[in-house]
């Protein structure tokens, strides 16, 4: 069992730029999750999936946009990178509804818009 | 909306002794989940411990325990015996029952002297 896998795992971007970090997780949860956490911060929720098809926003969804095509994957887009999109970024699954089971976070990816 | 507040940016112990990082959180529900995740330098998010609101009893994983006050609603962190290998970042998080929306508090960064 992997886990949670994030890629990749450092991205220096320009403005104006567009990626899409991947990430997948093999232990067949319903759940998904994409956080950016600033420095000095904790986390903030971006999109949240409860199944393939279904995704809906987080506190902060601005300038993202997600897609999950399948329980394993859900990538995370950045159209026209900016600067405050500066942060490291976590992906985190979770079985599902109504269990307390924690979410499993992904390593990280640290990414930089200059 | 849910909010974690975590009133101590630092806090420093000496090997051995014992250490007590504080949690608020506001919440109109009355079935939620409560966490307290380390965040070592290598950035992985690592589960510490876990409360479920409806339990009083309070829970303890060896070293770590929680005071969970549900009409207070505070959910303090007890490190007891203190290793190096405990400095790190602590965030404190709350989960509300439909698992769609983790609220993570600033963190306290945890410094352990030898």
């Known amino acids: 069992n992997a886990g949670v896998t994030q890629t990749p795992k450092f991205r220096i971007l320009k403005i104006g730029q567009s990626m899409t970090l991947q990430c997948t997780q093999d232990?067949?949860?319903?759940?998904m999750y994409w956080y950016r956490q600033d420095p000095g911060m904790g986390l903030k929720l971006i999109y949240y999936s409860v199944g393939a098809g279904i995704t809906d926003k987080g506190e902060v969804p601005n300038g993202y946009n997600v897609s999950r095509s399948t329980t394993e994957d859900f990538p995370l887009r950045l159209e026209l990178a900016a600067p405050s999109q500066t942060s490291v970024y976590f992906c985190?699954?979770?079985?599902?509804?109504?269990?307390?089971?924690?979410?499993?976070f992904g390593p990280g990816t640290r990414l930089t818009v200059l | 909306a849910q909010t974690v507040t975590q009133s101590q940016p630092e806090m420093s112990v000496q090997e051995a002794e014992t250490v007590t990082l504080s949690c608020t959180y506001d919440t109109s529900e009355s079935d939620y989940y409560l966490f307290w995740y380390k965040q070592p330098p290598s950035r992985q998010m690592i589960l510490v411990i876990r409360?479920?609101?409806?339990?009083?009893q309070n829970a303890t994983e060896n070293r770590f325990s929680v005071n969970f006050q549900k009409a207070a609603k505070s959910f303090s962190l007890k490190i007891s015996d203190s290793q190096l290998g405990d400095a790190a970042m602590y965030f404190c998080a709350y989960m509300g029952p439909y698992n769609n929306d983790m609220r993570f508090g600033a963190g306290t960064r945890l410094t352990v002297k030898p």
């Open positions: 232990m067949n949860h319903n759940y």
């Open positions: 409360q479920e609101a409806y339990k009083q």
């Open positions: 985190a699954s979770n079985p599902g509804r109504r269990t307390y089971n924690e979410q499993f």
